[in-house]
């Protein structure tokens, strides 16, 4: 359906649209598992960041008892 509906709008153009499509979904697969791995290692600095922030915090608060 969708190629009936792209043909059918941009005529003559239709393979260059296409191609164009086809270019992007492959950037797209190839971006997507670096982009899940990039988010897994700010995940797990994000995490180590607030533990260490706890820690601080508790030794603070005991300094300051």
Do not use: C
Request: no cysteine; glycine share 6%.
């Amino acid at each position: 359906i969708l190629n009936a509906n792209l043909s059918a709008r941009y005529g003559e153009r239709y393979e260059e649209v296409k191609h164009h499509l086809d270019d992007a979904k492959k950037w797209y697969d190839q971006a997507q598992p670096q982009a899940e791995v990039v988010a897994d290692q700010v995940k797990q600095k994000s995490t180590e960041f607030e533990e260490k922030l706890g820690k601080a915090g508790k030794k603070g608060f005991m300094i300051l008892k």
